[in-house]
Every structure is written in structure tokens, then in C-alpha cells.
């Protein structure tokens, strides 16, 4: 959200940046892209149908050779469904050779092979040549051969894909939700992540699988920060979004520029795929240059910065520091809002006035890091000043841009002054590097506006305003509806402005309360319909257009139903400023801010082995994979993953064709993991599939005879059933993601 950002907008680093020189000439060469993606969507798809159409074929060839190699009659092999339409088959190609009639469908998916005397309830001449006259042994063969055949297959692709180059994620921790398990056990964006529960993995998929299969026990990672080996042990939390458990990390993104949209701000000054960010600058006129560099941030958090400083402003330069090659260049972006004052139709961006919270509360500190010794949860940094001999005079903290705007590029040492008094000094260098990942500032305590007669009777009443319950501060929740358990300590203040603590006794009780941050100005943005009209930082917004505006949420949510009566009238804004004087302005909402169109490149690297290396990983993974089949249907029956996890045939082919966008050897590395499924799936003892085939057969080698056809007949058309319907239910959750 561009302006009027939630109260819950978070710190990043970019707050705590350097000042640099004045911004060099803009970069104008257009970036060249001779083939787009959305060209090379068509033979993606087709490689991914091809593909795994081409894995049916070969565990079917698995059984048409096993069922020769025995002496059984073949009557059709096919490859692909063959629907009827109007009495027509769809058949691409179907000849008859032999006493076989081979056929290839009009859609590439699926194929079957049909045996003389198969099927329970086929006709029967019980010639030698029919399948149910061959012995136990020769039928087991028929009915693994397709199995065994995947597998086989599985482990020469994993061959083939490490030999000719897998691209994989780096399994570096680009950030940790704040306030997630992986924060709160201390783990930090640069991790580089080796282990996961003493099983070393040298990418992130695997690293992600393993975690999300280890259920909602506990995670220990053994990690490399700064060349130092540490183990970290972590308690996942269930996501019902994801549908699994888990710690809150996600992959750390490169410094290359990966993708930049056609007709945005970032191709109008020629920045190109492939280029590295290395540096932002912001220059707001009549304000001090603000700066992220590149240097000690990871890519993550420099990418961090240069959000948080395009959403800092509505007019501006914005100067990227860009490496193309061996080429050091600048592409400077003048910042100023879309000439409609409307969001173009199907557009997402939204008007807004642009006003940001005041941001200045400490709400997290991440446990056993350096920060604790300098600051405590719920401090309000209200002002800071640089020593005497630097600059003595005290500003007012009003976001987290303001410490950047003072000290520039110096790391110097800054007097921070909280609510109660005390001063606290700290470097100026160690607060960018705290903000954001050790270090959470927020829009501050948050004030009740709806209560419970739980609450009630714990003496927590309307205006209220709750600090914190048990070791955790409220934070930006805008509802307390989990059970407090007994013995949890509550903080607050009254109405009246006495602190108060009750630690709640007995059974758990859900306290029900709805909270609000009033919706302070920390400041207008530069060039903003607010600044332009003049409101004030510091300033209480009460109405808008005669509504009530209790929190920040609320303003967010009338200016932008202000936008969806589709005229550019003014809106009302009454608001109480500084000095306690109420004021009312008609103010004009416009979109602010123009996308800049660019997007970063995971953090990868390609992992490539020689043959005698390739063969024994092509093992491994085999070995891995095919043992997760089972690791995960276990998960799913516990509950440990949810079923909207699972991928259909539409999220298999979609998929295959974004990862054959990567590159072959993804997609080689894809075919064969899925040939490792269809072969381990196929055989687990479930009626319909070849491993109930083969248990019906045990049962028949256990009594001496077949099992009763009518029993037979009864189950399949069970697991028929079962079978459909966990193809729809599969099938809907890939049309869900795809859309």
C-alpha cells in the first residue's frame, strides 16, 4: 500500500540510511528482451505435457514387456485417453501390429495396457495366453514392471539433470517473520541454513520439505553465520493459509534484477534484466539525502530499503546505483504521481492522501541479541540528538526515517530519548543494522475500543491501553481472541492513566478485546494531497467525511471507500492537531505512487556433478524422494499437512512449465522426481492401482485361490469412487492456486 500505509507497517533499514553525493545522470538505454516470457509460455506447456506424458508411456512399456516377456496376450496398448466424440475415438494415431493394437490418444496424459483375461467380469476363453493362467510369479512381474520401470527411469533423470546443470535456491535465510518461531529462536536474514535436524541439505526445497514434513515437531537447523556453526532449535507454529507447519523464513533473493515490466518507471531509465542494485538514494528537495548501500545489507535487505524509500514520498529523485557487467551506472527516477488522480480500471493501486503512522515504539526485540542491552519492549522514542560537538539540538522522532535524515552517512553516536526520560546512546551504524531483524518499531500501544465481560471483570475497560500479555507485547494485533492460559500476567493502562497488572487464575479465558492505534500522523509525504493541504505531523485524524476514525485501519478504510465511489470529489478530514486545536480540511485523494516495475532474482546457484558424482546423487534423491511419498501421507493422515498441499494433474502440468522456464536440467530434475511418485504411489496397496492389483494376488498365493470376483468387483468400484473424488479435490486446489 503505497500511502496511508496500515498501523502495522514494519521497520526496515532503509530508515537508518547514509547520505551520499548528488545523484548522477539518468541511465536511458532501453532494456532489450528479445524473448518475453509470456512468448515462450506455449513450448513451456508443451514440454511440461510431453514430459509427462512420456513418464506414463514408459511404466506402461513396463508392463506391455513384462506381459510379452511372460507370454501374455496384449490386445491394446495406449498411450494418451482416447475420448469418443460423437462416435468418433480421438486418436492421433492407432495401428494394429500383431495380435496388438497400438494407439496414441488425442490428449497426451494418462494410457493403459489392456491384457486378454485382466479384468474382473472380462470375457474369458481360459486360452494359455490370457493373464489370470499365468502363474503368481509371472503376474507379480507384469504388475511391478511399470513401477520398477519409473523407478529406474526416476534415477537416470536425477542423472541426466545433475549432469547437465540443476538451478537450486540457496538455502540462505532471506528473512524471518517478525515475531515467527525461526525470529523468536534467533535466526536472522544471511543465515545459511546446513542441516536440518542433523540431515545435511545443500538447497532450500529440500531444506522447506524437510521442515514442513517434521510435522509440529520440534526443528533443529544447524546454521553458518559468519563462518560460525550453531544449532537452533525451533517450535513450528501451524499456518491454516499453507495448510502446514511453519517457522516463518523465506529464501534470501539475489542483488540481480530479474525482471523489469515493459512501459514501467524502471525500463523508461533503461534499468535491464540481469543488472545489480547495489545502492538507493532518495533526494527530496528542501531534505537531506537518504540512502541505502549495498554494502554489509544482504540483497533482501537493500531491496528492503529501496520499498521503504519509494514509499516515502510522492515526488523526488530516486537514484539506483546499478552494476551491468563490469560497468558501474546510475538510473535516476523522477518520482512524481500518475497524471489520473484514478487508479486505471483493473488496476490494484489504490488513492490514498498520504499520511504514514507514527512508527517510533519498540514493539519486539529478538531474544539474546545485542539490542537488549540498549533498549525494552514498549520504550517510545520520542527524540534524538547527536552529541554536542556534532549537533546538539534535539528533533522529534516522527517515523523511522527521521534518524536517517539526521545522521546521514556517518556512524556516529546518537542520543535516543524515550517517553520516561531516559537517554540512551548507540551507534548509528548498529541501529541499521538492528532495524528490522533484531529490533521491531512499531505505531505503539494499542488502545481498546471494543470489550468482553471477561476483560471486563478483569477491570480492562473501553480506552484502556494494553501494553502487554505475558512476555509478549500486543503489538499490531487489532483482536485478542486467543485463550489466556492461567498463571499469564496482563499489563495496561487504565482510562485514567494508572499502570495496571492482573495475572489471570483458573480456567482460559478469551479476553474478546477489539483494539485500535489512533490514527496519529507521523508524517505527510512530500508532494502528497495531505502535505500539499497542510496537515500536520502529530496530528489525530476524527473524521472523515463525518465517519468516526478510531484507529488507523479506519482511515485506510475511508479513504478507500471514498475511492470506490468513482468521482475525484474532496474529502472532509477533521483532525486534532499538536496543541489540542480541532481543524477541518478538504483534501483531494489521487493514486500516489507509480509501480516501479522491477522484480529480484532468487538467490540461486547450479548445481552440476560429473558422471560418477551424478550417479551417486541421481541415488540419493531417489532414495529421498521415494521415502518422502510415505513421510508425507503420514503427515497428511496426522494432520501435519493439510490436503490443499497436494498437486493435480493442471498444478502438475503448470508447474512442469514454470520450471522448464529455468531450464532444462529443472525440468529433467522434475520429471524425475515425479517418476519417482508415479512409481513408489503405484505400488501402495490400494485397490485399482498396481499395489492392490498385487495385494489381491498375495491373498490368492496365501489361500490357494483367487479372491471371490464379487468382492473383487465391490472394492474397485469403492476405489474408484475414492479415486475420482480425490482427483476432483485435487483438481479444484490447482485451479484455486492457478487462479
Request: hydrophobic content about 40%; overall charge negative; glycine content about 10%.
Amino acid at each position: 500500500m503505497p500511502a496511508d500505509l496500515p498501523a502495522g507497517r514494519k521497520s526496515t533499514p532503509a530508515a537508518f540510511a547514509r547520505r551520499s553525493g548528488q545523484p548522477g545522470a539518468s541511465h536511458r538505454n532501453r532494456s532489450r528482451n528479445p524473448r518475453t516470457s509470456q512468448e515462450l509460455v506455449p513450448l513451456n506447456l508443451l514440454l511440461a505435457i510431453l514430459g509427462i506424458g512420456f513418464l506414463i508411456f514408459v511404466h506402461e512399456l513396463g508392463h506391455f514387456l513384462a506381459a510379452k516377456f511372460v507370454g501374455v496376450r496384449v490386445e491394446t496398448f495406449a498411450v494418451g485417453f482416447q475420448p469418443t466424440i460423437f462416435g468418433w475415438k480421438a486418436r492421433l494415431l492407432a495401428f494394429k501390429y500383431g495380435e496388438t493394437e497400438y494407439v496414441i490418444g488425442l490428449i497426451p496424459l494418462g494410457g493403459y495396457v489392456q491384457m486378454a483375461g485382466e479384468e474382473v467380469g472380462q470375457e474369458r476363453t481360459d486360452s494359455d495366453d490370457e493373464f489370470h493362467r499365468k502363474p503368481i510369479p509371472g503376474r507379480l512381474l507384469i504388475l511391478v514392471a511399470g513401477a520398477t520401470m519409473n523407478l529406474i527411469f526416476g534415477f537416470l533423470l536425477f542423472i541426466f539433470a545433475f549432469t547437465v546443470g540443476v538451478k537450486q535456491q540457496a538455502p540462505v535465510v532471506g528473512s524471518a517473520t517478525q515475531q515467527g518461531p525461526a525470529w523468536t529462536a534467533g535466526i536472522r536474514s544471511g543465515d545459511l541454513i546446513k542441516k536440518v535436524n542433523g540431515e545435511s541439505w545443500s538447497d532450500y526445497s529440500n531444506v522447506a520439505t524437510a521442515i514442513a514434513l517434521a510435522g509440529s515437531k520440534p526443528v533443529t537447523l544447524t546454521i553458518d553465520r559468519q563462518n560460525q556453526l550453531r544449532e537452533i532449535s525451533i517450535d513450528p507454529q501451524w499456518d491454516p493459509v499453507a495448510g502446514r507447519f511453519r517457522i516463518g523464513i523465506v529464501p534470501a533473493i539475489s542483488d540481480k534484477i530479474g525482471m523489469v515490466q515493459p512501459d514501467s518507471l524502471a525500463a523508461g531509465v533503461g534499468l535491464q534484466v540481469g543488472d545489480r542494485l547495489r545502492g538507493v538514494r532518495l533526494a527530496i528537495p528542501s531534505q537531506n539525502t537518504v540512502a541505502v548501500t549495498a554494502d554489509g545489507l544482504s540483497a533482501d535487505r537493500t531491496l528492503m530499503g529501496l520499498w521503504n524509500l519509494r514509499n516515502t514520498t510522492a515526488a523526488g529523485k530516486l537514484s539506483l546505483d546499478i552494476l551491468r557487467g563490469d560497468e558501474s551506472l546510475v538510473a535516476t527516477i523522477d518520482l512524481a504521481p500518475p497524471a489520473t488522480s484514478r487508479s486505471d480500471s483493473g488496476s490494484t493501486a489504490r488513492r490514498g492522501i498520504g499520511v504514514v503512522p507514527r512508527s517510533r515504539t519498540v514493539m519486539a526485540i529478538q531474544p539474546g541479541c545485542a539490542a537488549e542491552k540498549s533498549f525494552r519492549l514498549g520504550d517510545e522514542l520520542v527524540s534524538m540528538r547527536l552529541p554536542d560537538d556534532h549537533k546538539s539540538q534535539a528533533i522529534e522522532i516522527l517515523d523511522l526515517l527521521t534518524i536517517g535524515e539526521l545522521v546521514g552517512d556517518s556512524d556516529v553516536e546518537m542520543i535516543l530519548t524515550s517517553s520516561d526520560g531516559t537517554e540512551t546512546r548507540v551507534q548509528s551504524e548498529s541501529m541499521r543494522n538492528w532495524i528490522g531483524e533484531e529490533l521491531i518499531i512499531g505505531s505503539g500501544i494499542r488502545t481498546v475500543i471494543q470489550t468482553s465481560p471477561a476483560a471486563q471483570a478483569l477491570g480492562i475497560d473501553v480506552g484502556s491501553e494494553i501494553l502487554s500479555i505475558g512476555n509478549r507485547l500486543v503489538g499490531d494485533s487489532d483482536y485478542i481472541d486467543e485463550d489466556i492460559q492461567s498463571t499469564t500476567p496482563i499489563r495496561w493502562i487504565d482510562a485514567s492513566g494508572e499502570a495496571r497488572q492482573v495475572t489471570h487464575e483458573g480456567d482460559p479465558i478469551s479476553l474478546g478485546l477489539v483494539l485500535g492505534t489512533p490514527a496519529r500522523v507521523g508524517r505527510s509525504l512530500y508532494g502528497s494531497p495531505a502535505q500539499i493541504a497542510g496537515i500536520p505531523a502529530g496530528a489525530i485524524i476524527d473524521e472523515i467525511n463525518g465517519v468516526r476514525i478510531d484507529r488507523w485501519n479506519d482511515l485506510v478504510g475511508a479513504i478507500h471507500g471514498a475511492d470506490d465511489n468513482s468521482t475525484d470529489e474532496e474529502v472532509q478530514i477533521q483532525f486534532t492537531d499538536r496543541a489540542g486545536q480541532s481543524q477541518q480540511l478538504a483534501v483531494t485523494p489521487r493514486v500516489l505512487l507509480e509501480p516501479l516495475g522491477i522484480g529480484m532474482s532468487a538467490r540461486q546457484f547450479t548445481e552440476k556433478h560429473s558422471i560418477q558424482e551424478a550417479v551417486v546423487q541421481g541415488g540419493r534423491q531417489s532414495w529421498i524422494w521415494g521415502g518422502r511419498i510415505f513421510l508425507t501421507l503420514k503427515a497428511l493422515f496426522a494432520g501435519d499437512v493439510h490436503g490443499k498441499n497436494l498437486n493435480g494433474p493442471v498444478g502438475i502440468i503448470d508447474l512442469g512449465r514454470k520450471v522448464s522456464e529455468v531450464g532444462i536440467g529443472n525440468l529433467l530434475f522434475l520429471l524425475a522426481l515425479i517418476s519417482i511418485n508415479l512409481g513408489v504411489f503405484n505400488l501402495l496397496p490400494f485397490p485399482i492401482l498396481d499395489g492392490g492389483h498385487i495385494f489381491f494376488l498375495l491373498i490368492e498365493g496365501i489361500r490357494g485361490r483367487p479372491v471371490p470376483e464379487r468382492i473383487q468387483h465391490s472394492v474397485h468400484m469403492v476405489a474408484f469412487f475414492l479415486l475420482i473424488s480425490l482427483a476432483l479435490f485435487v483438481t479444484y486446489n490447482d485451479l484455486m492456486r492457478l487462479r
